[in-house]
């Protein structure tokens, strides 16, 4: 499939032959009924003393059945066809390198695993899966990797998922595809694939890179969170260890999987959800905190799951 726009990933030229397919097909279609519609108004239009053929004795129920149910069976297998590649796009697979994005009216707030910030612009690596967390700070913008024939609105209040594993290095667009007010045109950027060395090197070169977990730690104390969510205080609040990707039992009697969006709206919407045993005392975060340092205080409560700590 050449003659498409640029394709960095295996994944890109699979959904190019779906949309080479399914275009073809419903051309075939349209081409017939168009056909047949012409031919009709033909044959039958005014003026014309079209004989009354008698009902044809070869009418043939076999025939009846066999092209419904062929039709019918050629179109499901496009729908499963379709469905197999969104079901891929769910799951991404383990140990996929983490990026975070937010999105802002009207520009892209990328950072990276290791702390390193960038505006309008996203570095990754090829040959590993990379996974996109994405979160907006006002209103619905849409992430849209053309290269990789990827798109996924990114929400206001919650988080949304893209994940790829690229293998062709290079320089590729990045667009915002929701119309999101009177720059929303210019809300592009760079996406910038490059060989692991060279995105290691990349970000090793950049300034202020931190550990974003570390960064979380620091703001865990100076937002006061430790003042409550320690061992040494006096309120009773749950230890944060091994929260991370586990299952949290709620007063109301609800379970839930303790993962990105549960952790941020801990912080902003601490009433939404009670974790049994405790009083609803933590003060809701809101208009205090940015996205930005809810992703580090995020990724420290996650390593508070993934690392030992004494
Ligand atoms: C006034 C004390 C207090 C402060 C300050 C506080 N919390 Fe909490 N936090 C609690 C209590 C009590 C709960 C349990 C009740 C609930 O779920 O709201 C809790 C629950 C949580 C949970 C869910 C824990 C679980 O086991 O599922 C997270 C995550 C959390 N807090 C993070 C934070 C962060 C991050 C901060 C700082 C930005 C913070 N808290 C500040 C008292 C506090
Ligand atoms: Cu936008």
């Given at each position: 499939?050449?003659?498409?726009?640029?394709?960095?990933?295996?994944y890109a030229s699979q959904w190019d032959?779906?949309?080479?397919?399914?275009?073809?097909?419903?051309?075939?279609?349209?081409?017939?009924?168009?056909?047949?519609?012409?031919?009709?108004?033909i044959r039958y239009r005014r003026g014309?003393?079209?004989?009354?053929?008698?009902?044809?004795?070869?009418?043939?129920?076999?025939?009846?059945?066999?092209?419904?149910?062929?039709?019918?069976?050629?179109?499901?297998?496009?729908?499963?066809?379709?469905?197999?590649?969104?079901?891929?796009?769910?799951?991404?697979?383990?140990?996929?390198?983490?990026?975070?994005?937010?999105?802002?009216?009207?520009?892209?707030?990328?950072?990276?695993?290791?702390?390193?910030?960038?505006?309008?612009?996203?570095?990754?690596?090829?040959?590993?899966?990379?996974?996109?967390?994405?979160?907006?700070?006002?209103?619905?913008?849409?992430?849209?990797?053309?290269?990789?024939?990827?798109?996924?609105?990114?929400?206001?209040?919650?988080?949304?998922?893209?994940?790829?594993?690229?293998?062709?290095?290079?320089?590729?667009?990045?667009?915002?595809?929701?119309?999101?007010?009177?720059?929303?045109?210019?809300?592009?950027?760079?996406?910038?694939?490059?060989?692991?060395?060279?995105?290691?090197?990349?970000?090793?070169?950049?300034?202020?890179?931190?550990?974003?977990?570390?960064?979380?730690?620091?703001?865990?104390?100076?937002?006061?969170?430790?003042?409550?969510?320690?061992?040494?205080?006096?309120?009773?609040?749950?230890?944060?260890?091994?929260?991370?990707?586990?299952?949290?039992?709620?007063?109301?009697?609800?379970?839930?999987?303790?993962?990105?969006?549960?952790?941020?709206d801990s912080i902003v919407l601490p009433?939404?959800?009670?974790?049994?045993?405790?009083?609803?005392?933590?003060?809701?975060?809101?208009?205090?905190?940015?996205?930005?340092?809810?992703?580090?205080?995020?990724?420290?409560?996650?390593?508070?799951?993934?690392?030992?700590?004494?």
């Amino acid at each position: 499939m050449e003659g498409f726009a640029p394709k960095a990933s295996s994944y890109a030229s699979q959904w190019d032959w779906f949309f080479f397919v399914l275009v073809t097909v419903s051309s075939i279609v349209v081409a017939t009924v168009f056909v047949a519609i012409v031919h009709f108004s033909i044959r039958y239009r005014r003026g014309v003393n079209a004989r009354r053929e008698p009902v044809s004795e070869t009418f043939s129920n076999r025939l009846e059945f066999s092209w419904t149910a062929g039709t019918a069976l050629a179109f499901l297998a496009i729908f499963w066809w379709a469905a197999a590649f969104q079901l891929r796009d769910f799951v991404p697979p383990e140990g996929a390198l983490q990026i975070h994005v937010i999105g802002k009216q009207w520009m892209w707030k990328i950072q990276q695993p290791n702390g390193v910030r960038e505006i309008d612009e996203i570095h990754a690596p090829i040959g590993r899966p990379v996974q996109l967390i994405m979160t907006s700070e006002d209103v619905i913008h849409s992430m849209f990797l053309p290269a990789l024939r990827l798109k996924q609105d990114v929400l206001p209040g919650r988080y949304t998922y893209l994940w790829f594993n690229a293998d062709k290095p290079g320089v590729y667009h990045l667009f915002c595809a929701e119309f999101c007010g009177t720059s929303h045109s210019r809300m592009t950027g760079r996406f910038v694939l490059m060989t692991p060395t060279e995105y290691s090197r990349w970000s090793a070169a950049q300034p202020e890179a931190d550990n974003l977990a570390r960064q979380g730690q620091a703001l865990f104390s100076s937002l006061g969170c430790s003042g409550c969510h320690s061992k040494s205080s006096s309120v009773p609040a749950p230890d944060l260890h091994g929260v991370f990707g586990n299952p949290v039992q709620l007063s109301d009697g609800r379970s839930i999987i303790a993962d990105e969006a549960y952790i941020h709206d801990s912080i902003v919407l601490p009433e939404k959800d009670i974790v049994a045993g405790f009083a609803p005392i933590m003060p809701s975060f809101a208009g205090q905190v940015s996205e930005e340092q809810i992703i580090k205080l995020v990724a420290y409560i996650r390593s508070l799951s993934t690392e030992r700590h004494p």
